[in-house]
T-cell receptor
Framework: KAGVTQTPRYLIKTRGQQVTLSCSPISGHRSVSWYQQTPGQGLQFLFEYFSETQRNKGNFPGRFSGRQFSNSRSEMNVSTLELGDSALYLC?????????????FGEGSRLTVL | KNEVEQSPQNLTAQEGEFITINCSYSVGISALHWLQQHPGGGIVSLFMLSSGKKKHGRLIATINIQEKHSSLHITASHPRDSAVYICAVNGMDSNYQLIWGAGTKLIIKP
């Protein structure tokens, strides 16, 4: 069974640009959640999607958005990039239909903003 | 004060030692997760538990709901156990959103 796949793995952008990250969950998993990890802040929850609906949202500005498609693949978008957006962005999928469930993480997308 | 506190922040031990990492939380939870992150970023779920004790190989996780405390134990530690261990809880008051601890960086020396 393939694991959670995140693309791209690494990317470099400049301030003001926008970026789209993709996450393909494990087959059969309908919940996808996104996290930002920075050295100073640790892991911070961005949002969680279940069956194409945003079920939970973290405390991030509106520049951060996401969506989920009918095949459960999810994308997150960050517009008007700032230097502080440089981070490792992780997604996780879960089989559980409840809000709790074992999480399976991708390897992450490492974004550098110059 | 953070809702999920881990201790110690850093831990260095010799190969073979028995390791304990602690996690205390201050919110009502439906489940607690222990995860492992190796250098490079990948995170692996080790345990999800809501009561009692779970064991997988050399790893044991326990939780005391009344005391709002969980421990992760590693028996016969090995250098390959070196990683960051993270505790996270599904908070009932936050729509079960995961609340993360800051992590414990473990180094096992040969």
């Amino acid at each position: 069974k393939a694991g959670v796949t995140q693309t791209p793995r690494y990317l470099i952008k400049t301030r003001g640009q926008q970026v789209t990250l993709s996450c393909s969950p494990i087959s059969g998993h309908r919940s996808v959640s996104w996290y930002q990890q920075t050295p100073g802040q640790g892991l911070q929850f961005l949002f969680e999607y279940f069956s194409e609906t945003q079920r939970n949202k973290g405390n991030f500005p509106g520049r951060f958005s996401g969506r989920q498609f009918s095949n459960s693949r999810s994308e997150m978008n960050v517009s008007t990039l700032e230097l502080g957006d440089s981070a490792l962005y992780l997604c996780a999928s879960s089989f559980s239909t409840e809000n709790t469930g074992e999480l399976f993480f991708g390897e992450g997308s490492r974004l550098t903003v110059l | 004060k953070n809702e999920v506190e881990q201790s110690p922040q850093n831990l260095t031990a010799q190969e073979g030692e028995f390791i304990t990492i602690n996690c205390s939380y201050s919110v009502g939870i439906s489940a607690l997760h222990w995860l492992q992150q190796h250098p490079g970023g990948g995170i692996v779920s080790l345990f999800m538990l809501s009561s009692g004790k779970k064991k997988h190989g050399r790893l044991i996780a326990t939780i005391n709901i009344q005391e709002k405390h969980s421990s992760l134990h590693i028996t016969a530690s090995h250098p390959r156990d070196s990683a960051v261990y993270i505790c996270a809880v599904n908070g009932m008051d936050s729509n079960y959103q995961l609340i993360w601890g800051a992590g414990t960086k473990l180094i096992i020396k040969p």
